[in-house]
């Protein structure tokens, strides 16, 4: 049996979908293409390469709204304000993205014969630092100009010899590994230059930060510089993968080949003012039975892609969601303990199975009056079969919450010892909330998050009589709260009558 609350929400008109001309949509779609051309012509310096399907990226967006929109009048809305978000993105100092590009040499594209692979590793390195340690000596040397001679400094003899003892480079190759994990993969093979011991290591170093920002914004050279590293590592083992991209297509190949090499933990982030990065399915497979941690920002996951994620990776444990679309109806992995949902817009209803899970997160923005939040939408969940959860955040704003399990007469959530909860909790005179406490038995910690003052449809509090709850560990209890909020008095009071062992109440306004 299923009991569902229903939080509010935009009801959605019937068959406008069906009725809108193909022309409105192919205007959208053409007013998007042209607002990220504009973004990317602020950030390229070489115009003619894209490195991105613009056309898709543009139908995508579209489609996106599409499906979100509750009506022809909203759907238009939203595109109209999608579209003047674009319009006014301006890199944050476009003098400095035009003039001042760090010249990092890269790679030469290979020739119809290969070399072979140490003659490849060793001149991708000395061509990947030739301009780079001549960048680099034009910013350090107007600097050394105004150093004082430090030459009577310099000790001689013995006392020098003892100075200039390379003792790292004696190292045991995994201790050199983990110095290098906490470098930008730039740097990292910048270290083939310190002497012939560190020449190879970069080649296989375990760990790759591939940052955008570190190449300040030039995507046809961060593009260059990852594909050489990728090709020069060969079929070598990669634990991590920390990758930070702009709108480059081919980061579906890097994130597959950081799988293909039995990598442990990935990160991806697409740069923020960017549309979400679609995973490809037919290039990333996700078929990984190494792959613990997963992090995922601004990016579009859809069904067949996640399917995997449930069902083809027994090891994952911890999974991060932000910024993203997520087109998937269900989160069903066996091995996971960690689910965080940040700021994302769940287009389908939402099951969330996750027998180990010991922690969730699901947060929305607090504020959703702002550009950022023009495509987020209140999202349907069901939680199912969350025995084990020790810590659950249910911030995000929700149109519909369902309990599956509850007329079975156990506690669904047994081990629940912090709780926290949004605006939607208030819901059908406070039904979600007395669920969760009167199936949380150890329940010790709860936080609630009322609404801020852009945010519409406020629960109400129709009456308080005949609400009774034992929460016999309710030892704290948090509200976050607007100022002269009438509801929390009703709260206080109730919490008070029926958690004999709560200890203290705190009231905090925004």
Not at 242 to 260: C, G, K, M, Q, V
Not at 413 to 423: H, M
Request: net charge neutral.
């Amino acid at each position: 049996m299923e009991v569902v609350f229903d939080g509010g929400g935009v009801v959605e008109a019937d068959n406008w979908r069906s009725q809108i001309m193909i022309g409105n949509r192919l205007f959208y779609v053409s007013k998007f293409f042209w607002a990220l051309v504009r973004i990317l012509s602020q950030y390229d310096q070489h115009q003619h390469e894209t490195l991105i399907d613009l056309p898709e990226v543009a139908a995508r967006l579209e489609q996106r709204i599409f499906v979100i929109a509750a009506n022809l009048v909203d759907y238009n809305d939203k595109a109209s304000k999608r579209l003047t978000y674009l319009e006014t993105i301006v890199p944050h100092d476009r003098v400095k993205l035009r003039t001042s590009l760090f010249q990092l040499a890269l790679p030469e594209k290979m020739e119809q014969k290969q070399p072979s692979r140490p003659q490849m590793i060793e001149s991708s390195a000395e061509m990947l630092l030739r301009q780079s340690s001549s960048d680099e000596q034009n910013k350090i040397n107007p600097a050394r100009r105004n150093l004082p001679e430090v030459s009577s400094c310099v000790p001689s003899g013995k006392q020098m010899k003892s100075c200039c003892d390379d003792r790292i480079s004696f190292l045991h190759e995994s201790i050199l590994h983990h110095i290098m994990s906490f470098m930008p993969a730039r740097d990292v093979v910048r270290t083939s230059v310190l002497s012939p011991r560190w020449r190879p290591l970069w080649t296989s170093a375990p760990c790759l930060d591939i940052n955008i920002d570190h190449f300040n914004m030039d995507r046809v050279k961060f593009n260059e510089f990852a594909e050489s590293l990728f090709l020069c590592r060969g079929i070598d083992t990669l634990d991590i993968l920390r990758l930070h991209s702009f709108a480059i297509s081919a980061a579906n190949f890097w994130i597959d080949h950081a799988i293909n090499r039995k990598a442990k933990s990935i990160e991806f982030t697409e740069y923020k003012i960017w549309e979400p990065f679609y995973l490809n399915p037919g290039i990333i497979k996700f078929h990984s039975s190494y792959l613990r941690s997963l992090k995922l920002t601004n990016v579009i996951l859809v069904t067949c892609i996640f399917h995997r994620l449930n069902h083809a990776c027994p090891s994952l444990e911890n999974l991060q969601l932000a910024d993203s679309t997520l087109e998937l109806p269900e989160i069903s992995s066996r091995s996971l303990k960690t689910l965080e949902i940040i700021d994302c817009s769940v287009v389908k209803h939402l099951l969330i199975r996750t027998h180990k899970l010991v922690s969730l997160r699901f947060e929305g923005s607090r504020c959703r009056c702002t550009s950022k939040s023009i495509l987020l939408t209140p999202s349907a969940v069901t939680l199912c079969d969350l025995s084990n959860a020790e810590s659950i955040e249910l911030s995000a704003s929700v149109r519909q919450v369902a309990f599956d399990g509850v007329s079975t007469g156990r506690s669904m959530f047994i081990n629940l010892r912090s709780l926290s909860l949004g605006e939607w909790c208030l819901s059908n005179n406070l039904s979600p909330i007395l669920c969760f406490l009167r199936h949380s038995p150890l329940l010790e910690k709860l936080n609630l998050k009322l609404k801020l003052d852009c945010e519409k449809d406020e629960q109400t509090i129709q009456t308080a009589r005949g609400i009774s709850f034992a929460a016999e560990h309710l030892e704290k209890v948090t509200i976050y709260c607007t100022e002269g909020d009438a509801r929390v008095p009703v709260l206080v009071n109730i919490l008070r009558i029926n958690a004999r062992s709560l200890d203290r109440i705190d009231v905090k306004t925004y």
